[in-house]
């Protein structure tokens, strides 16, 4: 019951900032609503006892990516957008289009679930901590690619000083 | 925390609730009972202030970024540091020079930042590319 409640919570306050997004005319007014939205989610993957995909939405969603957004909204000069038309002429369409493909999917869902039996949910307290999980599953089977990302993150820091400066 | 039902994120529940309340009381309040009368002064953003001039909108410095890309970058790296934190003590020695070889790779480019300047704000190098 409580679980229930805390989703639908989560997942009502994503989707209506994930509109709010979009529909705000003031750039910053959008970011804010995003690190709502992004923090909804997170929520909810604590809600799925996903603590580290939690962990990784908090610091690096809402933290790290947002400030990205929040510097380029900087960078950018936001009088030009003020003044353009938001959106597009087809818009009806695109509504339409998405309304009808949220149609399609909840039939989908709701008529093929006799074909698709979803297996007992396994209980909570069974679960190990998905921190642990990830750890152990790092540390063995992707110690590789684990290194590799390493050198992904010091390419992408060089990349970085070579391309935001004139000169190196 | 070991167990990993919802119980045991009640506190932080309770919490959420708490300052969403707080805050959504004090907002709706402000606006029930206070009254507004906005003049030029007012919405000045330092009243008591120098009289602005300008926009405050303007491009910034690509530096700004280069700060945020390089904060992103080492966040990216630090989140790496939760499950190993967790299994530290199972690995042992093992975690620890994976992690020592880790962090060494990503050393290289701290030092590589810091020796192009892009962590220096006040670099005269920096200063005479800007007026370039």
Known sequence: ?168 | MTGNDLQSYAPLLLHLTLAMALSGVLVLLSSLVGWRRPSTTKSQPYECGITPTGDAREPFSVKFYLVAMVFILFDVEAIFLYPWAYIFRELRWFGFVEMILYIGILLVGYFYLWKKGALDWNRPAVRRDRAS
């Not at chain 1, 069974?126 to 684990?146: A, D, H, I, K, W």
């Open chain 1, 1 to 168: 019951m409580l679980d229930q409640i805390v989703f639908y919570f989560f997942a009502v306050l994503a989707v209506i900032s994930a509109v709010m997004v979009v529909t705000r005319r003031n750039v910053v007014q959008s970011a804010i609503f995003l690190i709502t939205a992004l923090l909804a989610t997170a929520g909810i993957f604590l809600q799925l006892h996903a603590e580290f995909l939690f962990i990784v939405q908090v610091i690096l969603y809402a933290g790290g990516i947002m400030v990205l957004f929040v510097f380029v909204i900087m960078l950018v000069s936001l009088d030009v957008s003020l003044n353009q038309v938001q959106f597009n002429r087809q818009w009806w369409l695109g509504l339409l289009l998405a309304l009808v493909l949220g149609a399609q999917l909840t039939i989908a869902v709701a008529v093929g679930r006799a074909g698709l039996p979803l297996g007992e949910p396994a209980p909570a307290k069974m679960l190990e901590p998905s921190t642990q999980l990830v750890g152990r599953v790092l540390f063995s089977e992707y110690v590789l690619p684990f290194e590799i990302a390493s050198i992904l993150l010091l390419v992408a820091m060089i990349g970085a000083v070579v391309m935001a400066k004139k000169k190196i």
